[in-house]
């Protein structure tokens, strides 16, 4: 959803008074973890997810700069370092996940 967000705002970086969009996830979930959640469980290691919100991020626009004289707010520079950060943090996360389902198909094979 940010590469979306972020290559939408280098798309409009001259469309006159388009503000900057930037999502927020880690707010959110940071959020719904501290809430009290109340679990429906049939065994003491089960969590009940039906009281967190579907909505898993939250898009919000950045109003409070404005760059060029059209009252567009698109900084190209941080666009792309944004860009290249969300890139490098999407590869690690990749790269960390399919490591384990690496060790996951090494057990299954017998460990060879």
């Not at 719904?32 to 009940?48: R, S, V, W």
């Not at 944004?82 to 198909?105: M, P, S, T, W």
């Amino acid at each position: 959803m940010r590469n979306k967000l972020i290559a939408n705002n280098i798309s409009n970086v001259d469309t006159p008074n388009y503000k900057t969009k930037d999502v927020s996830f880690k707010n959110l979930l940071t959020k719904e973890i501290n809430k009290n959640m109340i679990a429906k469980k049939t065994h003491d290691k089960h969590l009940d997810f039906s009281s967190l919100n579907n909505k898993a991020f939250v898009v919000f626009e950045r109003n409070n700069t404005m760059y060029n004289h059209n009252g567009n707010n698109v900084d190209i520079d941080r666009e792309m370092s944004e860009l290249a950060k969300n890139q490098i943090y999407y590869q690690g996360v990749v790269d960390r996940i399919n490591g384990k389902f690496g060790k996951i198909q090494t057990v299954l094979r017998g460990g060879s």
